[in-house]
């Protein structure tokens, strides 16, 4: 049994602990003195053939057990249950590799490890490296990885991009996107549930696939689809929900996903069809990693295979525990750095991934975050990485060393999650009531200024009155990624709702526009969760990890009842989309092009950017965020200007006058009403 402690992961992500907040730790990173200095003298094996490898009809095993006085490999018919059908001693080999090679492949069969340390024998595990797994992930399995590719494969491409600020990332997560009954999807809660076209709600609106074209986001983000724990999947009629931030086997897909988790290749195949067809819609695929615990400590693959060598510890011999999980991992010494790098190239190779999300990478060192950017960009030039720039608890890496959201200048082609901005925009993330610039919050201006011009150096913008961090902290604004909710915490809904007591729900839809306006206009690259386009809540549930589908389903028949909104979405991301002003893509050409105006009074924002920026047609776009409770006013240089958005309404080709001619206005004196957004162009 996991604890509800392990089953926590993901609970804690949004805790934004980052520098300085441990000022008097002293922190050892494997130093002398440190329980975690013996793992120094371990050999370093640096192939990328570790676990099964087939070539022509040889299949290849190889595990890493620097330690072990032996290992065994036993085979099984079943994923589960039942004796060995042959057990085989490996051979001492490279760099602590335990070795065997066995002619013809065993195809369709179940292999575990199992490693004798000190004279003591270890639990059977599949290893760090299994491709394929027997349900639940007990069991290695040998599969025709060739086979599990659907048709075209060879061809598939995910979508060209040239710069990540040109993505825009819809977060979700299998299970709330599909299965709910008005979704009009089969598979719900399936990989396959993204292979269904023409999928339509009770009321006619469309769902699943047609539903993010037509919203017109780039790139879906998953939440983690690798084998986790907490979901049992030899027993899945009994309707556990879980967002999977669990890990249990890193290199194979989750089996709760898949339409038969007793077949090790059914979860393979669905897992590249689901990518197949995002990609056949224009769509990227972004994965959710969560490389920075494991689910287990002592019974974990890692564990079983070279016990304490994964895992960083306290002075007296405990799991120390950045991720609030139980343990964390460590990046820090060559095997676990190498073990990240080549299972995100797995990922991105084999399953045509297009993007990383990592879970608490502060826990990370920056030298290996660096790694993987680089040998990511090297596949596919087009996929990008970003991560959460804290950790959730204090851990033995030096702050110095840590992937932290201050340290992202150390990281180039690495993105963080600017919680400057979200805080900002919509309150404080973990204090309910808490509300925002979008909600009437004085005293926020500076941070929203600091989240449009991505954390980048700028002449007009007074880093010292920041809410969150104080200093620039991006070099460039691709590394800055917005948003004003994601799957952590209360969604965008339940926070207006909690925050703005005895509103109506016409005031709170109202309050989101401006919240997502901002995010969507600033530079860096937008992010929203699953279903706030047609304004989904989640009962006010802020930590859903394992709430039932009650909780975290998308109904979407709201999507009938807030079509406004769900316009006011579509036409927000397009208007993104169209306009590369939106998408500078250095420091400099922000400082350059974007003018912010003196306002009078608080929750009141506004500025230019100015000069085609990156090339716009527009040669000018106003921009005036009015966060309060009152209509205010504006001074509008004089000229002919086009009217984007106004009063809670946007066309990204301008608003229309009744009669279907474009609404302009001259300027001057100009009215912003209460929690709006006013965008001109000219
Ligand atoms: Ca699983």
Redesign the pocket.
Known sequence: MISMKELCAGALMASAIGLGAFPAQAAQADTAGSPDAAYMDYPHYSGDDLGLTVKDNTAIFRLWAPKADGVQLRFYRNGRGGAPMRTIDMTRSDAGTWTVQLSPVPYGEYYTFQVRQNGNLLQETPGVWAKAVGV??QRAAVIDMVSTNPEGWAADRGPALKHINDAVIYEMHHRDFSIHPNSGIVNKGKFLAMTEDGTVTPLGDKTGIDHLKELGVTHVHILPSY???S?D?ANLPANTYNWGYDP??YNAP???YSTN?DDPAARVKEMKQMVKALHDAGIGVVMDVVYNHTARNDDSNFSLTAPGYYYRHRPDGSYSDASGCGNETASDRPQMSDFIVNSVKYWAKEYHIDGLRFDLMAIHDTATMNRVAAALKEINPDIFVYGEGWTAGDSPLPVERRALKENVAKMEGIAVFSDDLRDAVKGHYSNAADRGFATGKPGQEETVKIGIVASTAHPQVDYSKGSNSTFPYASSPTQIINYVSCHDDLTLTDKLTKSMPGSTPEERKRAARLAQTIVFTSQGTPFMFAGEEVFRDKKGVHNSYCSPDSINAIDWNLKHANADQFDYYRQLIALRKAHPAFRMTSADDIARNIRFDRTEGSNLVSYSILNHANGDEWKEIKLVFNGSDDSRQVNIPKGDWLVVAQDGRLNHTGLENPDGSKLHIRGGRTEVTPRSALILAR
Request: aromatic fraction near 8%; proline fraction near 8%.
């Open positions: 639940n992930g084998d986790y724990t979901v999947e249990q086997n989750e089996g709760s988790p």
